[in-house]
């Protein structure tokens, strides 16, 4: 079913989505905060925007122009409500295609900064994708995978361009093995925690195109208190900055 909600504690801004498909989470929300951005960052580039959370959230950081791309008909159609509804299409542009396709919008080099929140899982034999179409192309690297999507981000990112992701963090050697692949150095890592006391489960990465070597580690992230609620740190990137 089809609901208007605010998104997060930023005044005047809603978003909409449909659990029919499939609703953002804590992982659009941190990928956001977590990437530099800088005052010369004049255009940012969101790989699979979904219902466009992450480009929303970008618009209340930062005055560069962005752009998603989202494949599905349906999650397009609700990006694009996101976009009218709060009156940032000058800000917020949604193009409907495979991201594979992005040679017929941009030229190579086009962006300082490209993000992504990817789907997290393999397809395999042993792959449960006893769900709707639409969730498991969100999860499932059915139409794109993590080699794909950083082949991609270095083919459209400026030299020394960021592009910087949230994923799983049993994932992490391969992520990294692509970045450097691809010409992207690994600059900045943060390890997410479901609660205190328990293994990573998420983990963000920040890389920099024909960087420099020299790696950050930042401080742990965690998610949730034990009874459920969400750290101070994690609330503060639910509320608007002034």
Known sequence: MKVINDLLN????????????FNFS??????????????????ILDLGTGNAPIPMILS?????????IELQDEIYELAKESIELNNLQERITIIHDNMKNLDKY??????????????????????????SVQKTI??????????????????????NGTFAIVHRTDRLIEIIEEFRKNNIEPKKIQLIYPKKNTESNMVLIEGRKNGNVGLKV???????????????EVKNFFKERG
């Open 218 to 232: 930042l401080k742990p992230l965690i998610a949730h208190e034990d009874n459920g609620e969400y750290t101070e």
């Open 10 to 21: 930023y005044s005047n801004l809603k978003i909409v989505q449909d659990d029919e498909y």
């Open 60 to 68: 209340t950081l930062t005055s560069a122009k962005l752009y998603g």
């Open 138 to 159: 969100a999860r499932h690297e059915k139409e794109i995978t993590l080699s794909e999507i950083v082949s991609i981000a270095k083919k459209y990112l400026n030299n």
């Open 106 to 131: 941009f030229e190579p080099n086009s962006f300082d900064i490209i993000v992504s929140n990817p789907p997290y899982f393999k397809i395999n034999e042993k792959s449960n994708l006893n769900e």
């Open 26 to 43: 804590l992982d659009s929300v941190l990928l956001p905060n977590f990437v530099k951005i800088n005052s010369n960052t004049k255009n």
